[in-house]
């Protein structure tokens, strides 16, 4: 599975932006989609994520703020961000699971001014 990763940019705090991820292969056909963010010096951590069955999960900083969807016509994976914290910024990447493997997009970069 092939993932293409984007929508990053620069934005104040309290704005928003969306990021896209494109998959290769059928969106619904994958077992779990989601976004993961990156700070230097610090462990990736899982942002948002949705199963097959369209459950979604999200990291506790982020509930209520951002939302994951699927759009089945384009295969992409949306990440809605709304109310951006500085606290956002971080490389996002996006992930596909089928079985076993686990397959990545390169990231793009989100940073949030105060």
């Known amino acids: 599975v092939q993932l293409q990763a984007s929508g990053g940019g620069s934005v104040q705090a309290g704005g928003s932006l969306n990021l896209s991820c494109v998959s290769s292969?059928?969106?619904?056909?994958?077992?779990?989609v989601g976004w993961y963010r990156q700070v230097p010096g610090k462990q990736r951590e899982l942002v948002a994520w949705?199963?097959?069955?369209?459950?979604?999960k999200y990291a506790d900083s982020v509930k209520g703020r951002f939302t994951i969807s699927r759009d089945g016509a384009k295969n992409t994976v949306l990440l809605q961000m709304n109310s951006l914290k500085p606290e956002d910024t971080a490389v996002y990447s996006c992930?596909?699971?089928?079985?076993?493997?686990?397959?990545w997009g390169q990231g793009t970069q989100v940073t949030v001014s105060s």
């Open positions: 992930n596909a699971r089928v079985g076993w493997d686990n397959f």
């Open positions: 292969r059928n969106i619904f056909s994958l077992n779990a």
């Open positions: 949705i199963s097959g069955g369209a459950a979604a």
